[in-house]
């Protein structure tokens, strides 16, 4: 896919404030997804990637009834991938219920299209709630924290 075509393609996408496009053109695959500004605006994925399931998992947990909503201040997903509590599966997790955080400690990771993006506290105080569990699915702009 020629650059030109790519950099088109993220003007697009900033003009129209789509979140994700993706795109594929014969075995070339383009995959555009905004974000916070510390992360990358658009990753291009290997010719072999398999594409991404129209529906995932989580979709189908929104129509179920609503949890309860915990006060505080909510950290959001800003990607879609896969939740990961610690660095590794031996590993702790980053965070429990209970613990104090403060700004810039990692809270967590997402894993998309292979690659892992650590999630940071953007503000300080007391865990109240994690929404998610290990190895979760996630979608962009689910709830993943509750911090009071």
């Given at each position: 896919?020629?650059?030109?075509?790519?950099?088109?393609?993220?003007?697009?996408?900033?003009?129209?404030?789509?979140?994700?496009?993706?795109?594929?053109?014969?075995?070339?695959?383009?995959?555009?997804?905004?974000?916070?500004?510390?992360?990358?605006?658009?990753?291009?994925?290997?010719?072999?990637?398999?594409?991404?399931?129209?529906?995932?998992?989580?979709?189908?947990?929104?129509e179920a009834a609503p949890a309860p909503e915990a006060e505080g201040q909510k950290v959001t997903a800003p990607m879609v991938g896969t939740y990961y509590s610690s660095p590794s599966p031996s590993a702790e997790p980053f965070v429990q219920v209970g613990d104090e955080v403060q700004v810039g400690d990692p809270l967590c990771i997402i894993e998309a299209m292979k690659m892992m993006n650590q999630i940071d506290a953007e503000v300080s105080g007391r865990i109240r709630a994690i929404q998610v569990e290990n190895a979760e699915p996630v979608e962009f702009d689910q709830v993943l924290f509750v911090i009071d």
């Open positions: 896919m020629d650059i030109r075509k790519i950099k088109k393609l993220i003007e697009l996408v900033e003009e129209s404030g789509v979140a994700e496009l993706e795109i594929t053109e014969g075995e070339e695959s383009v995959r555009i997804c905004r974000f916070s500004a510390n992360l990358p605006a658009a990753v291009a994925a290997p010719a072999h990637t398999p594409a991404v399931p129209a529906i995932l998992p989580a979709a189908t947990q929104s």
